[in-house]
């Protein structure tokens, strides 16, 4: 054997070992994930890659349209669906009934927010703490 072999063949076993555990597993992934893109429909439950689950409304070439609640849809990339969602994940189930409102009245009142707090020209105006700055430099005397 010429000096040097025994380090060629290592090298090569290095690189041979490096694509079947990292490279190939990670293709196969990628491939499985455009595979499942490639077959979302409308109707579908998915999970985004933000953690929130929803409902495929409108699938583009790019970009799917989801609803998240009812009446609360957003448009991500196809790329943002982690995967499919499982039946027995979900905790929730939505109707389409208008959520119930305690009350429509505000909890203060502007009248009150001020007297608690001051104006808004008095905050524009009057500093309410000292804004020296106490790391400033000073000429030396």
Known sequence: MPPGFDLIIMIVAMIALFYFMIIRPQRKRMQQHQEMQQQLVP?????????MFGTVVHVGERQLIVELAPGAEVTVLKGNVARTANPDEEE?????????????????????FQAMYGSDEQADTEPSHDVTDPNRNEDPK
């Open 92 to 112: 929730f189930e939505f109707d389409d009934a208008p959520a119930d409102v305690l009350s429509t009245e505000p909890v203060i009142t502007d009248e009150e």
């Open 43 to 51: 109707g579908a439950r998915v999970l985004l890659t933000s953690g």
